[in-house]
């Protein structure tokens, strides 16, 4: 198992989810009214559209396993790993493995840029990752310039989807009066996601997540980089197959 460095990443991942676990589900759902399924359905039609049947996911910063279990539903006979910086969410989404259910996942405990294994994956994907992440290393590790072994076959599927600033005007006004309501409602109901609500908005104005991994995919060779905005252009999907030599 990698062992997770503290930094200014790690640092804010930790202000922000520490003592969310319990709620992570509820509210993913609730502030998102439900908007999420929706685009964790797309990310598992993209990779049936893409890949077909594939034999091994990766799901990195896979919290409390919404995403992973997803991918384990529509794809019962493909082995899941899902990664996650956080024992918290890590043992909320083991939890949910007990029992024998979903007997084709397992979850290691590593911040994403750090993991290594041995095995390669027809798909690597990462929910609500992109905007905490170190992208550099995150695209490099694909491919397998610092680690012995891509994480990705060749022609492999990477894809990760986050949040995005709306960058039109009236999606823009939407998207500030939504989280106004969660700042000013939301946190006296949660205070436990107080740090979150407050910190988002900034993050997600301040990240380049979008521009910036899709330019690190084109230099590394990555082919057929798509961009697709989802909901309100509030949120948007990157893929990219990586190289086949
Ligand atoms: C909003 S949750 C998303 C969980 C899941 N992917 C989903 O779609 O529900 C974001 C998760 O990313 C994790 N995370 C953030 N940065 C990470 C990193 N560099 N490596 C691994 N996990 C990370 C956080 O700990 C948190 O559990």
Redesign the pocket.
């Known amino acids: 198992m990698a062992s ?1 460095p503290t930094d200014h ?2 640092d804010l ?1 930790e202000r ?2 520490r003592g969310t676990g319990s709620t ?1 589900d509820f509210m ?1 759902h609730a502030a998102t009214f439900g908007i ?1 399924r929706l685009w ?1 359905r797309r990310m598992v039609r993209i990779v049936r559209e893409r890949v077909g049947t594939p034999r091994a996911i990766l ?10 279990f997803a991918f384990a539903r529509a794809n019962p006979n493909c082995r899941i790993v899902g ?4 024992d918290e ?1 890590l043992q909320r989404a083991r939890a949910k493995c007990r029992g024998g259910r979903y007997p084709n996942v397992e979850f290691v405990l ?6 290594e294994t041995t095995e390669r994956f027809d798909v690597v994907s ?4 992109a905007k ?3 992208l550099p290393p995150l695209v490099e590790q694909l491919v397998g310039a610092q680690h012995a072994v891509p994480l990705l076959v060749p022609g492999g599927l990477f894809m990760m ?1 986050d949040f995005t600033l709306p960058p039109h005007r009236a999606a823009l006004a939407v998207w500030r009066a939504y989280f106004w309501l969660l700042q000013t409602i939301g946190s006296r109901l949660f205070p436990s996601w107080k740090a979150i609500y407050e910190g988002l908005p900034e993050l997600i104005q301040r990240t380049r997540w979008t521009s910036e991994l899709t330019a690190l995919l084109r230099e590394r060779g990555f082919q057929d980089v798509t961009f697709e905005w989802q909901t309100l252009w509030g949120s948007a999907i990157v893929t990219a197959r990586s190289p086949r030599r």
Do not use: I, N, P, Q
């Open positions: 997770a990443r790690t991942v922000f989810f992570y993913v999420d964790k799901d990195l910063a896979c919290g409390t396993g919404l995403s992973t990664v996650e910086l956080r969410y590593s911040r994403a840029e750090a993991f990462g929910s609500y990752l905490y992440a170190d989807h």
